[in-house]
């Protein structure tokens, strides 16, 4: 029951989301003239960033997570929104291996130098920084986040997946702990109806490596599992050939050299947090797994849609 609106730079882009009750506000946080909008908000969620891994076009990437963050806040001041919530990454917090997941009280960085990963960590001070100010903010922190509609790097690996054309993965890769898109929203909206200003909260359902949710979701998909056989060097090799193509034809690669730095690391995180203070409970991710799959399958294997 609640009137939501949406910030959108396209709005024939979100025509689903209008059909469905939203209200949709022409905008681009990087230039923000959408303030009487903002205005009229109970709740602001700052869900808006640039994710992708190895861009092409790093300046921009800045403008968006940090300029455009620190946009939104402005405006949230100036207006006097009552209540915020940003999405952060848990990521900022790895390598964080099992035996000692990250907990909120964790010292964020930068793992790996790539502008991604250094715009979300001065996003985070940001945002940590505007918290102290005074601002009603609430901080999130996703971690690994999968799900239908996914149309970035994962979920075109998921597209190949289920094609039957990822048969191959790196050696090497680390842990993550995966929780669906669906859990996390729940958890956003307990941030900020049980949240409190001035805290943050992890999100992050199972801790499970890499290999091993691809083997939960080739089995959902009933195609065979991909097998970690390919020595990481050639791995990297692949992703500067994979890097140069998406140069030539401006799209995102499918493989990075980041991409597969962030892979390699761990990020278990403990979510305790969230669960007793939120009551935040994710529903099972095997289930969750299954209704993503069935998702891919249709829209890729049946409906024949292209990558």
Not at 174 to 196: E, F, S, Y
Request: glycine residues 8%.
């Amino acid at each position: 029951n609640w009137e939501v609106s949406v910030l959108t730079r396209d709005e024939s882009r979100a025509k689903d989301l209008e059909a469905r009750g939203a209200r949709l506000v022409p905008g681009d946080v990087t230039r923000p003239k959408f303030y009487a909008a903002l205005g009229r908000a109970d709740v602001l969620f700052h869900v808006a960033a640039w994710f992708e891994i190895g861009t092409r076009d790093p300046r921009r990437m800045l403008d968006v997570n940090v300029t455009g963050t620190g946009n939104i806040f402005s405006l949230a001041r100036k207006e006097g929104v009552g209540r915020i919530v940003y999405t952060s990454t848990a990521g900022l917090f790895a390598p964080a291996p099992p035996e000692r997941p990250a907990t909120e009280a964790s010292t964020p960085g930068a793992a790996i130098d790539d502008p991604y990963v250094v715009s979300k960590l001065q996003a985070h001070r940001l945002a940590v920084s505007e918290m102290h100010a005074g601002l009603p903010l609430t901080v999130v922190l996703p971690a690994a986040v999968f799900g239908p509609h996914d149309r970035g790097q994962l979920g075109r690996s998921l597209a190949l997946l289920v094609l039957r054309r990822l048969k191959l993965l790196p050696k090497g890769f680390g842990v993550n702990t995966w929780t669906h898109a669906a859990d996390i929203a729940k958890g956003q909206i307990l941030a900020a109806t049980k949240g409190r200003p001035g805290e943050m909260y992890l999100f992050g359902d199972r801790v499970l490596p890499l290999l091993a949710f691809y083997r939960m979701a080739a089995e959902a998909s009933d195609v065979p599992a991909p097998r970690a056989s390919v020595p990481m060097a050639v791995a990297r090799f692949a992703a500067r050939i994979s890097e140069a193509r998406s140069r030539l034809s401006g799209k995102t690669p499918l493989l990075s050299r980041a991409s597969l730095s962030l892979a390699a690391l761990d990020v278990a995180v403990d979510s305790s947090k969230a669960r007793k203070e939120l009551g935040w409970s994710p529903r099972l991710l095997e289930e969750r797994v299954q209704d993503t799959m069935a998702w891919f399958v249709e829209r890729y294997r049946v409906q024949g849609e292209s990558l």
